[in-house]
């Protein structure tokens, strides 16, 4: 075995060095594109909906096993980590023994984890399985786009990804609405037991329908050094991130962890050019579209994920609605992802990804602005037009920069880049959260203090103002039992018009991230043959 794996340089035209180790029967089931499109959505939506439907359960989770708060933040931190550390790794694992083997062997172990936490009487052990959620969810979805990479040809690849990305953000947006019913008419646990039967369907149908593709050049040997170094860098960062706001971003805490990844990613790139068969070959990244698409993930989920974390506690504690009324005033954003899914990948594949990607992020920078510029009393339809408008700018932005990533790597690299692309928007929305979280509190802590004494309420201690700053960063009105009914209503107003300031600051704070995406957005092509080695080299 040589220290390099050679991609052939075969012409635009020419056949891809990918041999199925089947092939399916004219006419059959096996193998065929649009049936391994739809079987691979029953899964993938499985993963997108419990990232978000949990959140709801956790209240109810909290009082009937009698956790403490850190311990529900887990419910969330573990599930995320395990993720976020997994997903590359998963790929590589996906690129060596079969994208069908892995997404089934993910499918199982999502379902069997999640009926264990309907059934688990004990924080530990809810926490334990959502760790065990992450790392089956982390097979899962590279899995998921390898399969797709590998079934169908490039010129309906778009349209494929574009359905894909339809039904991971409706499970996403859903998953509120969904999660409010549940708990309200049945309980929490059935938030977990409803992964059972869609995992089952999953399984059989990927039992009959999936068709295991495999590359000529797939890896033979695992790089055990790289993937601990590579486990552990995206741990120090992951996990600085979710702590920081704890922390605090100035804390010599924060800055250590992020330091220590830092030093661990460059171990890990220097390791990478010495080793045989690395984990992430680095002249994968030659590729500028590529690396590109990488970067733009990054940026729309950081704007994406980061602006709609303050727009729950917009709609629930500064307009007072219930969890499953918010769900339902972000139903155009979930509309608009529905639709615009699938018509991206159409365009994108008339046009390649360069146009619409730099509109769909035009449009969600557009978007964040007029979100920035949300009131107290804004009514649903100026808000339904922002959420309308940040959902038809995100379709073509989840699908061109997916297509852009497993499109521009080797057949053979299909896998770890389905990683890469659900690290980027892991980590991209974990950065968003810290980041415009910092923002938001930055801003509460300034203009607390003279907005309470300009509504001449009665002055507060150090440690008074810090805890109502708190409540206020989510849109919580800090008031004491007992509080006189028009003094509480003053404090209402200053508790909403400081978080309002806060949050059009972290919304405009977005867009700029979203204007700078358009400039990236640029550089990117379609992905055509890469295993051609157009932009690859040997690798």
């Known amino acids: 075995m040589t220290s390099q794996t050679t991609i052939d340089k075969t012409g635009p035209g020419d056949e891809a060095p990918s041999t199925p180790s089947d092939q399916p029967p004219a006419g059959g089931l096996r193998g065929h594109p649009w049936f391994t499109l739809i079987t691979v959505a029953v899964g993938v939506m499985m993963v997108a909906l419990d990232g978000t439907i949990v959140a709801i359960a956790n209240p109810a989770i909290q009082q009937d096993l009698k956790a403490s708060f850190a311990d529900v933040q887990w419910i969330t931190n573990g599930y995320f980590l395990a993720l976020a550390v997994s997903?590359?790794?998963?790929?590589?694992?996906?690129?060596?023994?079969?994208?069908?083997?892995?997404?089934?062997?993910?499918?199982?172990?999502?379902?069997?984890?999640?009926?264990?936490?309907?059934?688990?009487?004990?924080?530990?052990?809810?926490?334990?399985?959502?760790?065990?959620?992450?790392?089956?969810?982390?097979?899962?979805?590279?899995?998921?786009?390898?399969?797709?990479?590998?079934?169908?040809?490039?010129?309906?690849?778009?349209?494929?990804?574009?359905?894909?990305?339809?039904?991971?953000?409706?499970?996403?947006?859903?998953?509120?609405?969904?999660?409010?019913?549940?708990?309200?008419?049945?309980n929490w646990q059935s938030v977990f037991f409803i992964n059972v039967p869609v995992g089952i369907l999953?399984?059989?149908?990927?039992?009959?329908?999936?068709?295991d593709h495999r590359a000529e050049n797939a890896p033979r040997s695992f790089d055990l050094l790289g993937i601990a170094l590579l486990s552990a860098a995206m741990f120090c960062l992951v996990w600085a991130l979710i702590k920081a706001p704890e922390w605090g971003w100035g804390a010599g805490t924060t800055w250590t962890f992020l330091a220590v990844s830092v030093a661990l990613f460059a171990l890990f790139a220097f390791w990478e050019t010495k080793v045989t068969e690395p984990l992430i070959p680095l002249a994968l990244f030659r590729s500028v579209p590529l690396s590109a698409g990488v970067v733009l993930m990054v940026l729309m989920a950081i704007a994406f994920m980061g602006g709609l974390f303050f727009v729950t506690f917009y709609l629930q504690n500064v307009h007072g609605m219930s969890p499953i009324d918010a769900g339902l005033h972000l139903l155009p954003l979930t509309g608009m992802m529905i639709v615009g899914s699938p018509l991206a990948g159409a365009m994108i594949t008339k046009l390649g990804p360069r146009v619409p990607l730099a509109g769909g992020m035009a449009a969600t920078a557009i978007a964040m602005y007029g979100m920035s510029t949300l009131e107290t009393d804004t009514g649903s339809a100026v808000m339904s037009l922002w959420f309308a408008l940040l959902g038809l700018g995100l379709a073509p932005v989840m699908v061109g920069a997916t297509e852009v990533i497993v499109g521009n790597a080797p057949m053979e690299l299909s896998g770890v880049a389905g990683g890469l692309q659900q690290a980027a928007m892991q980590i991209g929305g974990s950065l968003g959260t810290a980041v415009l979280g910092a923002v938001m509190a930055s801003k509460v802590d300034s203009d607390l203090a003279g907005n309470w004494k300009d509504a001449g309420l009665p002055q507060l201690t150090q440690p008074q103002l810090d805890q109502a700053s708190e409540a206020v960063q989510v849109g919580m009105p800090p008031v004491a039992p007992g509080t006189p009914d028009a003094v509480a209503a003053k404090i209402a107003d200053v508790a909403h018009d400081t978080f309002i300031s806060g949050m059009s600051l972290a919304s405009l704070v977005a867009a700029g991230v979203a204007a700078f995406a358009v400039l990236v957005a640029l550089l990117t092509k379609r992905g055509a043959n890469a295993e051609a080695g157009a932009g690859v080299g040997h690798i």
């Not at 899995?143 to 309906?156: D, N, W």
């Not at 990804?161 to 409010?180: D, E």
């Open 87 to 186: 997903l590359i790794t998963a790929g590589k694992l996906g690129d060596r023994f079969g994208h069908r083997q892995t997404f089934l062997i993910g499918v199982v172990g999502f379902a069997a984890a999640s009926g264990a936490i309907g059934l688990s009487d004990s924080i530990a052990f809810v926490v334990t399985f959502r760790v065990l959620q992450g790392l089956f969810g982390a097979l899962l979805m590279p899995a998921a786009l390898g399969l797709l990479r590998a079934t169908f040809p490039a010129e309906k690849l778009n349209m494929a990804i574009g359905i894909w990305g339809m039904v991971i953000g409706a499970s996403t947006a859903g998953g509120p609405i969904l999660g409010g019913v549940l708990v309200e008419h049945v």
């Open 202 to 211: 999953a399984v059989v149908l990927g039992a009959v329908i999936l068709l």
